[in-house]
């Protein structure tokens, strides 16, 4: 079955940098082929998207709150998203869930990202 299997998350100080990644296998089509992206969900807050990457030209977009801070890429040979976040904030706490995206959807479980100050 499909698998998305991210990894990374943990407790940061204000500042700090993290890099999750996530996994997936078991997919129907080639992972090139899916569009990727990073949402969070902080408690009581909707799930929100983060960072997308395409599946044909790898182009990325933001959410306004991390632009210049967070950069997500992709390594089709391995078939792993990541997402690198620099200079984190208290406000980017949340779980970070990892999605792919082609005709239908896959998540992930989701991992835990505390930024303390």
């Known amino acids: 079955q499909v698998q998305l299997v991210e990894s990374g998350g943990g407790l940061v100080q204000t500042g700090g940098s993290l890099r999750l990644s996530c996994v997936a296998s078991g997919l129907t089509f080639t992972f090139s082929r899916y569009a990727m992206s990073w949402y969070r969900q902080a408690p009581g807050k909707e799930r929100e998207l983060v960072a997308a990457i395409s599946s044909a030209t790898s182009s990325t977009n933001y959410a306004d709150s991390v632009k210049g801070r967070f950069t997500i890429s992709r390594d089709n040979a391995k078939n792993t998203v990541y997402l690198q976040m620099n200079s984190l904030k208290s406000e980017d706490t949340a779980v970070y869930y990892c999605?792919?995206?082609?005709?239908?959807?896959?998540w992930g479980q989701g991992t835990q990202v505390t930024v303390s100050s």
């Open positions: 999605n792919a995206r082609a005709f239908v959807q896959y």
